[in-house]
């Protein structure tokens, strides 16, 4: 793919970036085949702030309040909340999360980072894990940032299905299936 003009690029650095806001400017370069110093002058042209403020300005945009948890019992970052409906959250693998001799993530701190969004995201006081079937895709290593996706697919009574998806990138590191216990017992979706 030979170099797009300024104008295309910046037109196409603008849809990644409102398509993925977690593109980090390595991954930039790399889908764009330019350098990394032309993506961060593309991003300062277009006003368009770096990833860290980009997440930043996600989570103060207003979502909805957690209530089946303290925010800080929720592991990593809720950038995203919509009641029984959705909810996304960033999670970043750090030295105390990884196994010393591979950098390789424990998969408690993964499924944890899962499990706590997919009972964030359920419209009850109470809300707790009832059954998960899970599965790692690949190992999240040291330094990666996880975010979790996660859907309410169904809520029936007192148990809600809710699917969640876990990302580095656009790669899935993790797939988990969740029945979360509610204790109302109409249905909220």
């Given at each position: 793919m030979e170099r797009l003009p300024k104008r295309q690029r910046h037109q196409q650095l603008s849809k990644l970036l409102d398509e993925n806001p977690f593109l980090t400017d390595r991954e930039l370069t790399r889908l764009l085949?330019?350098?990394?110093?032309?993506?961060?002058?593309?991003r300062l042209e277009l006003a368009i702030p770096e990833l860290r403020e980009r997440l930043k300005q996600m989570a103060?945009?207003?979502?909805?309040?957690?209530?089946?948890?303290?925010?800080?019992?929720?592991?990593?970052?809720?950038?995203d909340?919509?009641?029984?409906?959705?909810?996304?959250?960033?999670?970043?693998?750090?030295?105390?999360?990884?196994?010393?001799?591979?950098?390789i993530a424990r998969g408690h701190h993964v499924f944890a980072q899962a499990n706590s969004l997919a009972v964030a995201v359920i419209n009850d006081e109470i809300a707790l894990t009832a059954s998960a079937d899970i599965r790692f895709v690949r190992p999240a290593r040291?330094?990666?940032?996880?975010?979790?996706?996660?859907?309410?697919?169904?809520?029936?009574?007192?148990?809600?299905?809710?699917?969640?998806?876990?990302?580095?990138?656009?790669?899935?590191?993790?797939?988990?299936?969740?029945?979360?216990?509610?204790?109302?017992?109409?249905?909220?979706?």
């Open positions: 085949k330019v350098s990394i110093q032309t993506i961060r002058l593309d103060e945009r207003s979502y909805d309040s957690i209530r089946s948890l303290p925010l800080d019992e929720v592991i990593g970052d809720v950038l909340l919509h009641l029984d409906k959705s909810g996304i959250s960033l999670f970043e693998i750090s030295e105390e999360h990884v196994f010393s001799r591979s950098g040291l330094g990666e940032k996880c975010i979790a996706k996660a859907y309410v697919r169904s809520s029936r009574g007192q148990k809600a299905k809710v699917e969640v998806i876990t990302y580095v990138g656009e790669e899935m590191v993790f797939q988990g299936d969740f029945i979360i216990y509610r204790s109302a017992s109409e249905t909220k979706t």
